[in-house]
């Protein structure tokens, strides 16, 4: 597609439920990256991936945190247990290799109630 | 660790008033410097990528310059549109890893 598109746009779950957020990065784009905005606060990176492997997962906040990219393209962060601190927006970007731009998705805002 | 630092975190000006963002940086092993602006309910749109120290890029009112400590965004004659949060990030060699880190942002709101 054009852009990067991340589904759902919103969601609302119960504390405690699993969730799982996609992203569907541009075409041909090898590097992808998740980050998470709080209100008030900046982007906080979760986890990279280049091709299918994951380089970079540092930025995980727990073991209820996990992703996976399959065939360079289609990611999904899970998110297990959910807590009302997971209630933020999570963005998702890819590049077409280091040092150009990200092109962000619009973001998923989780809501956990 | 890296830090991204930006100030004001919100600025209000008037239509036509010029000003300048401000991002600070501390890294070891700068790859690039990012500025990216945010509407809100929207992801970051990237706006310009900075390299190297004395660097400078221009789009429409905006124009970015870099140092080896800091970052400026100067807006001349801004209008309402460019009502936004402007995000800096860096993109640093000395821990192999890919990722950029972002500031927190400057909120600029322009009134006509």
């Known amino acids: 597609g054009a852009g990067v598109s991340q589904s759902p746009s919103n969601k609302v779950t119960e504390k405690g439920k699993d969730v799982e957020l996609r992203c569907d990065p541009i075409s041909g784009h090898t590097a992808l990256y998740w980050y998470r905005q709080s209100l008030g606060q900046g982007l906080e990176f979760l986890i990279y991936f280049q091709g299918n492997s994951a380089p970079d997962k540092s930025g995980l906040p727990s073991d209820r945190f996990s992703a996976e990219r399959t065939g360079g393209s289609v990611s999904t962060l899970t998110i297990q247990r959910t807590q009302q601190e997971d209630s933020a927006v999570y963005l998702c970007?890819?590049?077409?290799?280091?040092?150009?731009?990200?092109?962000f998705g619009s973001g998923t805002r989780l809501t956990v109630v | 660790e890296d830090q991204v630092t930006q100030s004001p975190e919100a600025l209000r000006l008037q239509e036509g008033e010029s000003s300048s963002l401000n991002c600070s940086y501390t890294v070891s092993g700068l790859r690039g410097l990012f500025w990216y602006r945010q509407d809100p309910g929207k992801g970051p749109e990237f706006l310009f990528t900075?390299?190297?120290a004395g660097e400078e890029k221009e789009k429409e009112r905006l124009k970015a310059t870099l140092t080896k400590k800091e970052s400026f965004l100067h807006i001349t004659a801004p209008k309402p549109e460019d009502s936004a949060t402007y995000l800096c990030?860096?993109?640093?060699?000395?821990?192999?890893?890919?990722?950029?880190?972002f500031g927190k942002g400057t909120k600029l709101t322009v009134n006509p």
């Open positions: 900075l390299y190297s």
């Open positions: 990030a860096v993109q640093a060699f000395e821990d192999g890893s890919e990722k950029l880190v």
């Open positions: 970007a890819s590049s077409l290799q280091e040092g150009y731009g990200y092109t």
